[in-house]
């Protein structure tokens, strides 16, 4: 039963339409459908189709006023949806936005507490929802010593210690590891049985929630900038059955029908650019979150890191790209790439960063800087000092290849998460670093925008680039002939 003592919701939008202030194209229009109490949904769309806009408008979170125009009616249980808040449990894309305390603990029980839940009930819930989402850390722990994988349960564990009616989850398992997909798919299986909850997924890859939902809703028509409702509604494998060649072309990703895997095999590895022996790194001085014996970054070659969640991948990212000092052992950048700035790539000026080593975060939003995407791209350039022309002509090519053209004039954070991921992608290779050290740069894509990174991707390493990518997706690393570094609990 959900804590306000209301009974599960039913989700209803009637004709609804919604476009950000800064965008000239809606993001949805004309979205009619009923999802009734208990229904458990997978909500499918290209990147950029409006799934995640759908979810914060029935959780009642979408800007007002200024922010942005609307047509038509959400609502929850007969009641416009922003006058509901607090009714529908909601995990964000990015878990870093729903991080709000600075211990597990406290940012867990933080939703029950403002709900009045007594102290009690409180922990044994906050201990119960850690324990179903497979965050095994102690209650003390920093937020912030979370990596991006913990985070996400964090969030979900935050939403299921309050028992709403409705469950809204937007791509919950996006950034785990495949072990930890399995885990939270399952726990939010065991609620939704527990509880009867109506549950809506956003999730790019179907298969991990077949066995889940009972209902799947497609959205479409928002691929290059236009704007469509509901194409496709029925029972999971009539739809996939009934519709599953068109929604495959639109960039849904169907079971049994895989992406193109489009690069080309790779060529024989360059020289030497960065060595790193007996590496240990730390996001926080004298604390290693892991230790690397040997790694070695090379012209033309694909190192990919993987393991799970929490083993510190993301942290020898940042230490590789010179933006972390060493724990301890050696990182050294060989004068093929130093190019008279010294073997140590944390001392070196952002500028010379900038053509040498360039970076793509896990988070996209903490490296976004501008008012517009075509500004976000041209940041770098103008920073080198390369010609407008030349910019101009940079900036056209990686807005064509990455499906953004239609969002030039947009505001990089109105983007979806799919659309982000690919900005930030794109405003790293901008600049032509030698090496590209790239954290989860296939999160939030679809079928079709993921074959278009990969691609790319390819050329750039068949161009003489060195590529890191910290990934879980195996299918990159398979797509790219990369070399594997998989790192566990013990390095």
């Not at 003489?464 to 990518?469: M, S, W």
Request: hydrophobic fraction near 45%.
């Amino acid at each position: 039963m959900d804590p306000t003592g209301t009974r599960p919701g039913a989700l209803e939008a009637r004709g609804w339409g919604w476009r950000h202030a800064s965008r000239r194209a809606w993001a949805l229009n004309d979205v009619t459908l009923r999802i009734d109490p208990g229904e458990r949904v997978l909500l499918l769309g290209a990147s950029g189709a409006g799934k995640s806009t759908l979810l914060h408008g029935f959780a009642g979170v979408l800007g007002e006023g200024e922010d942005g125009e609307r047509t038509g009616e959400l609502l929850i249980d007969g009641m416009p949806a922003a006058g509901a808040r607090g009714r529908a449990g909601l995990v964000l894309q990015d878990p870093d936005a729903q991080v709000i305390l600075a211990r597990v603990g406290d940012d867990v029980a933080f939703g029950c507490e403002n709900l009045g839940v007594p102290r009690a009930e409180i922990w044994a819930r906050v201990q119960a929802a850690l324990d179903a989402v497979g965050l095994d850390v102690p209650l003390d722990r920093p937020t912030k010593a979370l990596s991006g994988g913990q985070k996400q349960r964090l969030a979900l564990a935050g939403a299921l210690t309050m028992r709403p009616g409705i469950l809204l989850l937007d791509e919950p398992t996006a950034n785990l590891d495949p072990a930890g997909v399995g885990e939270v798919r399952d726990a939010v299986a065991r609620v939704a049985a527990e509880t009867g909850l109506t549950l809506v997924v956003v999730e790019h890859r179907v298969e991990a929630w077949l066995g889940v939902v009972d209902r799947v809703i497609v959205l479409g028509g928002a691929g290059r900038g236009g704007a469509g409702g509901v194409v496709a509604d029925g029972a999971p494998d009539e739809v996939l059955r009934r519709d599953g060649a068109a929604l495959a072309a639109e960039g849904v990703w169907v079971p049994g029908r895989p992406p193109r895997h489009p690069a080309p095999a790779p060529l024989p590895p360059g020289r030497p650019l960065l060595e790193a022996d007996d590496l240990a790194v730390a996001r926080v001085r004298d604390t290693p979150v892991t230790r690397v014996a040997r790694a070695v970054v090379r012209e033309r070659g694909v190192l990919a890191v993987t393991g799970p969640n929490g083993v510190g991948k993301s942290t020898l990212g940042l230490t590789l790209a010179g933006l972390l000092p060493a724990a301890s052992g050696t990182l050294v950048a060989t004068e093929t790439l130093a190019d008279g700035e010294g073997p140590t790539p944390i001392r070196w000026s952002s500028r010379a960063l900038l053509t040498r080593i360039g970076t793509v975060f896990q988070e996209p939003e903490h490296q976004l800087l501008t008012r517009t995407v075509r500004d976000e791209l041209a940041v770098g350039p103008r920073a080198l000092g390369v010609a407008e022309p030349d910019i101009e002509a940079r900036v056209d090519e990686l807005l064509r290849r990455l499906r953004l053209d239609h969002l030039g004039a947009a505001n990089p954070y109105t983007l979806s998460g799919g659309e982000k991921r690919r900005l930030t992608v794109a405003a790293a290779i901008a600049t032509r670093p030698r090496v590209l050290v790239l954290d989860e740069p296939t999160f939030g894509q679809d079928a079709r925008t993921w074959s278009e990174i990969v691609a790319l991707l390819a050329e750039l390493r068949d161009a003489g680039t060195a590529i890191v990518a910290i990934t879980h997706d195996l299918e990159v690393v398979r797509a790219l002939g990369a070399d594997e570094l998989r790192m566990g609990a013990d390095g």
